[in-house]
């Protein structure tokens, strides 16, 4: 948006669209207003201890995890939500290296494409969470269970994408890098990926909140700490407004690492969106 | 390349290959940049097989303006893939610079009809053209030098920051044309590069490979399906035949080293050669026709 900005100028024509825009952004503002009071006097009336009202919620997720007036971390920002991004970040991170690394090296071989193409479509139905049993078997209650489930998990999207992006360079690109005598190594790397780097983005925006489902879902058996744990827990020991402020801060987090994500993939997809816009 | 020099001097020049005086060039006779000799291509084996290029013979000089116009679908592509060495002949002798081409030679470019999927769109203008010198071990300044330069050349200073997806489909490839010019070729191979462009804009481009190449010294090997554009731009026209293709003849232009989109196309020598071609390839016999009657003659 800010790009935009700096870009359009104003003239008499664009002032409508520009109008249009504001009014656009109010409204949104105004729903959103709108929809927390209605929330919040709804529960006010209701009066039901299963249903806190919103500014208690809140109240109870600034209590649980903004530091404290002596500025140190809460003990549930130690114990659950840094271990829990840690882990949604590590998994996501094997992921994405295991889905583009694999994935291009199906894509550029043909024979292991024709092998792999069917079991991979098979083991991409498999729920991950279905899965959870078999890895907490062979890896037992520890971190690296519930990373390697995330990472499993969530490489489908990338994998598949990766393989369909560079399946889809055009033959001509990988000529020209032939006729210049590009190396074999800048080929893959400034040449196949980069142009298959959109279908590549695309994956790995889907899998990051594969990444964040699993993440909870892999702390919420047979674990002492996560967003998962501490969700299981509040709702154990009826500490309602707890369960609540732990989904309020799952939307949080899913939504601030989406815009994370946005953002590299508008740095890195710049030339896209130049492009769209022809100028002279 | 001293080397290779030496090995073909005025008597190795096989007779009869070209009548014309040599122009005056301080090296003296001009060296056979790239010599094609009996090359054939099939594709497939077996009774499926179709064979494609029948027997090329022709040759490029250093310096040289050479096009190939034929009827479409005689394997000009083919052809060219082949003499970039993207393809391996299937038979006949092909050689750059007196070394058999068996994989992309050295000291060669391109540039491609389809300017959309040669240039790569998530590259600027300028890294565009840079791309190909970074592995000639060029210091920063040189290699800034012959970007500048060569952008400068094709009229796209002040582009470089764009992206190629800005640029009209004319512009692009002169984009191409840069980028080839920058990684400063022995030869430039060029295959049908302005069949998908407007005629107007094409014969602005057409005048700009003229101009570059003048300003480069740069050998040239232009394939198109245009009669008009091959007679314009060349120093001598290699004119093929139908399927399984051969080369008809190879005409002579005469019309100097300056040309214009008007004057050239008047002159009575440019009509009389491009009737010529035009009725050759109208006309044009299948390949191993031609070879049959050429045998029994």
Same mark, same amino acid.
Not at chain 1, 6 to 13: D, H, R
Not at chain 1, 86 to 103: D, K, M, Q
């Given at each position: 948006?800010?790009?935009?900005?700096?870009?359009?100028?104003?003239?008499?024509?664009?002032?409508?669209?520009?109008?249009?825009?504001?009014?656009?952004?109010?409204?949104?503002?105004?729903?959103?207003?709108?929809?927390?009071?209605?929330?919040?006097?709804?529960?006010?009336?209701?009066?039901n201890p299963f249903?806190?009202?919103?500014?208690?919620?809140?109240?109870?997720?600034?209590?649980?995890?903004?530091?404290?007036?002596?500025?140190?971390?809460?003990?549930?920002?130690?114990?659950?939500?840094?271990?829990?991004?840690?882990?949604?970040?590590?998994?996501?991170?094997?992921?994405?290296?295991?889905?583009?690394?694999?994935?291009?090296? /199906?894509?550029?071989?043909?024979?292991?494409?024709?092998?792999?193409?069917?079991?991979?479509?098979?083991?991409?139905?498999?729920?991950?969470?279905?899965?959870?049993?078999?890895?907490?078997?062979?890896?037992?209650?520890?971190?690296?269970?519930? /990373?390697?489930?995330?990472?499993?998990?969530?490489?489908?999207?990338?994998?598949?994408?990766?393989?369909?992006?560079?399946?889809?360079?055009?033959?001509?690109?990988?000529?020209?890098?032939?006729?210049?005598?590009?190396?074999?190594?800048?080929?893959?790397?400034?040449?196949?990926?980069?142009?298959?780097?959109?279908?590549?983005?695309?994956?790995?925006?889907?899998?990051?909140?594969?990444?964040?489902?699993l993440m909870v879902?892999?702390?919420?058996?047979?674990?002492?700490?996560?967003?998962?744990?501490?969700?299981?827990?509040?709702?154990?020991?009826?500490?309602?407004?707890?369960?609540?402020?732990?989904?309020?801060?799952?939307?949080?987090?899913?939504?601030?690492?989406?815009?994370?994500?946005?953002?590299?993939?508008?740095?890195?997809?710049?030339?896209?969106?130049?492009?769209?816009?022809?100028?002279? | 390349?001293?080397?290779?020099?030496?090995?073909?001097?005025?008597?190795?020049?096989?007779?009869?290959?070209?009548?014309?005086?040599?122009?005056?060039?301080?090296?003296?006779?001009?060296?056979?940049?790239?010599?094609?000799?009996?090359?054939?291509?099939?594709?497939?084996?077996?009774?499926?097989?179709?064979?494609?290029?029948?027997?090329?013979?022709?040759?490029?000089?250093?310096? @040289?303006?050479?096009?190939?116009?034929?009827?479409?679908?005689? !394997?000009?592509?083919?052809?060219?893939?082949?003499?970039?060495?993207?393809?391996?002949?299937?038979?006949?002798?092909?050689?750059?610079?007196?070394?058999?081409?068996? +994989?992309?030679? @050295?000291?060669? &470019?391109?540039?491609?009809?389809?300017?959309?999927?040669?240039?790569?769109?998530?590259?600027?203008?300028?890294?565009?053209? *840079?791309?190909?010198?970074?592995?000639? !071990?060029?210091?920063?300044?040189?290699?800034?030098?012959?970007?500048?330069?060569?952008?400068? &050349?094709?009229?796209?200073?002040?582009?470089?920051?764009?992206?190629?997806?800005?640029?009209? !489909?004319?512009?692009?490839?002169?984009?191409?044309?840069?980028?080839?010019?920058?990684?400063?070729?022995?030869?430039?191979?060029? +295959?049908?590069?302005?069949?998908?462009?407007?005629?107007?804009?094409?014969? +602005?481009?057409?005048?700009?490979?003229?101009?570059?190449?003048?300003?480069?010294?740069?050998?040239?090997?232009?394939?198109?399906? +245009?009669i008009d554009e091959?007679?314009?731009?060349?120093?001598?026209?290699?004119?093929?035949?139908?399927?399984?293709?051969?080369?008809?003849?190879?005409?002579?232009?005469?019309? !100097? *080293?300056?040309?214009?989109?008007?004057?050239?196309?008047?002159?009575?020598?440019?009509?009389?050669?491009?009737?010529?071609? &035009?009725?050759?390839?109208?006309?044009?016999? &299948?390949?191993? @026709?031609?070879?049959?009657?050429?045998?029994?003659?």
């Open positions: 948006m800010s790009v935009n900005t700096t870009t359009a100028p104003v003239t008499p024509g664009t002032q409508p669209h520009a109008v249009r825009r504001g009014l656009s952004i109010a409204t949104r503002w105004i729903v959103l207003v709108g929809i927390l009071v209605v929330w919040q006097v709804s529960t006010m009336l209701m009066d249903f806190p009202t919103p500014v208690k919620i809140v109240q109870k997720a600034a209590v649980l995890w903004l530091p404290g007036p002596d500025g140190l971390l809460t003990r549930s920002m130690r114990l659950d939500v840094l271990p829990s991004i840690a882990r949604a970040l590590t998994g996501f991170g094997l992921a994405i290296v295991a889905g583009v690394a694999l994935g291009t090296a /199906i894509a550029l071989s043909r024979r292991l494409e024709g092998f792999l193409d069917w079991i991979l479509q098979f083991m991409r139905a498999v729920p991950p969470p279905t899965l959870f049993p078999v890895f907490l078997i062979l890896l037992g209650t520890t971190d690296q269970m519930r /990373i390697a489930l995330i990472a499993f998990g969530s490489v489908w999207p990338i994998l598949l994408n990766t393989i369909e992006g560079v399946r889809g360079v055009r033959p001509l690109t990988i000529e020209t890098s032939r006729v210049f005598r590009i190396s074999p190594a800048r080929r893959l790397f400034e040449v196949i990926l980069p142009s298959a780097g959109p279908k590549i983005l695309a994956g790995v925006r889907t899998s990051l909140s594969l990444a964040l489902i879902i892999s702390e919420m058996i047979a674990s002492s700490s996560g967003i998962g744990h501490q969700l299981v827990q509040a709702q154990r020991s009826f500490a309602i407004t707890n369960m609540w402020a732990g989904i309020l801060l799952l939307a949080i987090l899913g939504y601030l690492f989406n815009l994370i994500l946005t953002l590299v993939e508008r740095r890195i997809l710049a030339w896209q969106r130049e492009s769209g816009r022809e100028t002279s | 390349m001293t080397v290779q020099l030496s090995h073909r001097g005025p008597a190795a020049e096989r007779p009869g290959t070209d009548p014309t005086p040599p122009t005056p060039r301080p090296e003296g006779p001009a060296m056979t940049l790239l010599d094609i000799d009996h090359l054939t291509h099939t594709y497939g084996t077996g009774p499926g097989a179709h064979m494609a290029l029948a027997d090329i013979t022709f040759d490029v000089k250093q310096g @040289e303006f050479v096009s190939i116009v034929g009827p479409s679908g005689c !394997g000009k592509t083919t052809l060219l893939r082949t003499m970039a060495g993207l393809m391996p002949p299937t038979g006949g002798d092909l050689r750059f610079l007196d070394q058999r081409i068996t +994989d992309v030679p @050295e000291g060669l &470019a391109m540039v491609f009809q389809d300017y959309r999927g040669s240039l790569f769109p998530w590259l600027t203008v300028e890294s565009n053209v *840079r791309f190909p010198l970074q592995h000639l !071990g060029l210091d920063k300044a040189e290699e800034q030098r012959r970007v500048s330069e060569s952008l400068e &050349a094709v009229g796209l200073a002040g582009n470089e920051k764009k992206y190629p997806g800005q640029l009209s !489909g004319g512009m692009q490839q002169r984009v191409a044309i840069a980028r080839a010019l920058a990684y400063r070729p022995k030869i430039m191979l060029m +295959d049908e590069p302005f069949a998908s462009i407007d005629a107007q804009t094409r014969e +602005d481009l057409e005048d700009l490979v003229l101009k570059v190449r003048e300003q480069f010294d740069m050998t040239m090997l232009f394939v198109t399906h +245009d091959s007679v314009y731009l060349a120093d001598r026209v290699v004119v093929l035949s139908k399927p399984s293709t051969v080369v008809q003849t190879i005409l002579d232009v005469p019309l !100097g *080293r300056h040309r214009d989109q008007i004057t050239t196309k008047e002159d009575p020598v440019f009509i009389q050669i491009r009737g010529e071609v &035009a009725r050759m390839i109208r006309n044009a016999p &299948a390949g191993h @026709e031609l070879l049959a009657e050429r045998r029994s003659a």
